[in-house]
């Protein structure tokens, strides 16, 4: 299993997952307003970017 392999695993089944169990057990959509709904969406949609390059793009060492 080659390095980015393993990035790729610790993003898809740890990192995401994690992130995504913390949020949903602040039930935010019940605690706060809708300014915190948004900022919570553009968080996910910041998340979102490096997971999907991390899927769809090859990742090759910098040197």
Same mark, same amino acid.
């Given at each position: 299993?080659?390095?980015?392999?393993?990035?790729?695993?610790?993003?898809?089944?740890?990192?995401?997952?994690?992130?995504?169990?913390?949020?949903?057990?602040?039930?935010?959509? !019940?605690? =706060?307003?809708? !300014?915190? =709904?948004?900022?919570?969406?553009?968080?996910?949609?910041?998340?979102?970017?490096?997971?999907?390059?991390?899927?769809?793009?090859?990742?090759? =060492?910098?040197?």
């Amino acid at each position: 299993m080659g390095p980015d392999e393993v990035l790729r695993a610790m993003l898809m089944y740890f990192v995401l997952p994690l992130w995504l169990a913390a949020h949903r057990a602040t039930q935010i959509e !019940k605690t =706060s307003g809708w !300014k915190e =709904s948004v900022l919570h969406i553009a968080q996910f949609a910041e998340m979102a970017v490096p997971v999907l390059a991390a899927l769809f793009l090859e990742i090759t =060492s910098g040197g």
